[in-house]
């Protein structure tokens, strides 16, 4: 749709010269010769801006804006003003007008200040949007889970939701730690101000510093201007830190310094700059141990650790697991355009059975490949990936559970089975990157790649691997 635009003023010169000009920019224009009469057009037919003269009989264009603010504070207004009275026109944007142009006209600036007004207008509606759309996702009631596990979460996220407290989340990787930290945002009294998230595994040592508390131009090779760090981007907001147990102790103790005296200095910088966020801290780490080894400061740990919330594994809420899968069943048949009408019972059953490594994110990533693949109208056990219905329900067997009869038993085939599903765990411990899961096993690429060759898992996980292991 074309932008409305409503011009009024006395002048009938005026009205049709601006008329002209924004009908040739594209778009809809309509005019009124007075305050009263605008209102009345207004009352009847809904605007984007409205351009008023300041001086016009019946309702001033001082008057007209009190009216529009007042019925639909979101309309845009601009005022035309005579040259030298711009003490009116500032009056007007103390009362909520966006900006003013003065007579005589300049063309381009006119085009200008309607074109940043509109756009201005534009990307406050989709923040609103998107702000309302974020608050519906991560609602309470979005929490998808019946299990005892996850309503002691819910309990606990409505309670710390409104408390300005720090917030430690811990969990294994894929078991929503990161959403539970947005739930605490979205249902909070910051709800309105940032969320902004740290990975503090996936920035470089080097560069930790700078993105976490900016840095002034010239404090280093590469900085060649100012930079803002994160902790003032979230400034009255909430600052989650992901992956927190990965900081280096340097950084740690700059971080402290931040949390306890509310302040941050810039590499290269000098003054101190005042900050006012929530810390909510997330970890698949065991911090206490880490405590113990060195490797994380005591001070920082209890620093962050002032209301701890444990996100369960996925294994330790199985009641949950059909739940989520329709949930993802539904939300990936929308995205992938398809029209699947459920999950088989003997289908459902395996998925169950399977212990999930990846926890909640596996799941999702095992029905998203399976929606995408399926070509029929349900999903049947054979439309799993075969590393489920392999390892679903089945344990590591112990020397204790297995027989030697007068039979025998086949002692290689045992052993490459146990080989075997331990190298379908590691794989999806490591979120299907062979290289890590050779790290995880303490083998060699080169091993892991004869393993994977020798048991056929090339479709599970990733395919590269280092040439030179």
Known sequence: ????????????????????????????????????????IINKKSFDMVISDLQM????????????????????FMMITA??????????????????????????????????????????????????????????????????????IFDMVKRVAQAPTNILITGESGTGKEMIAKSIHYNGPLKDKAFVTVNCG???ESLMESEMFGHKKGS????????????????GGILFLDEVGELPLNIQVKLLRAIQERVVRKVGGTEDVQIDIRIVAATNRDLEEMVKKGEFR??????????????????????DIAILANHFLKKYNSKLGKNISGISKEAMDILKKYDYPGNVRELEN?????VALEGGASILPESLPPFVSTTSGRKLASSNEIEVTDEGVDIDKILGQIEKEIIIKAI???????????KLLNISFRSMRYRVEKYSLGNIGDDEFDEEA
């Not at 040739?24 to 305050?35: I, R, T």
């Not at 009989?57 to 845009?76: A, C, F, H, S």
């Not at 095992?366 to 399976?370: K, L, Q, V, Y």
């Not at 999806?428 to 050779?438: E, M, Q, S």
């Open 1 to 40: 749709m074309k932008p409305r635009i409503l011009v009024v003023d006395d002048e009938e010169s005026i009205r049709e010269f601006l008329e002209i000009m924004l009908k040739k920019e594209g778009y809809e224009v309509s005019l009124a010769e007075d305050g009263a009469k605008a209102l009345d």
């Open 202 to 204: 996936a920035i470089p």
């Open 83 to 152: 040259f030298g009275t711009t003490e009116s026109a500032v009056e007007a944007m103390k009362l909520g007008a966006y900006d003013y142009i003065t007579k005589p006209f300049k063309i381009d600036e006119v085009r200008l200040n309607i074109a940043n007004a509109l756009r201005s207008k534009n990307l406050e509606v989709e923040n609103r949007n998107l702000k309302k759309e974020l608050q519906k996702e991560y609602s309470f009631q979005n929490f998808i889970g019946n299990s005892e596990p996850m309503h002691r």
């Open 298 to 319: 005591e001070d920082l740990y209890y620093r962050l650790n002032v209301i701890k919330i444990e996100s369960p594994p996925l294994r330790d809420r199985k009641d």
């Open 366 to 370: 095992i029905i998203e490949r399976t």
């Open 428 to 438: 999806h411990t490591a979120n299907g990157v062979k290289k890590h899961a050779a």
């Open 220 to 235: 280093f090779t590469g900085a060649v201007s100012d930079k803002t760090g994160l902790f003032e981007v979230a400034d």
């Open 57 to 76: 009989p019946n309702l001033t264009g001082i008057e007209l804006l009190r009216e529009v603010k007042n019925q639909y504070p979101d309309m845009l």
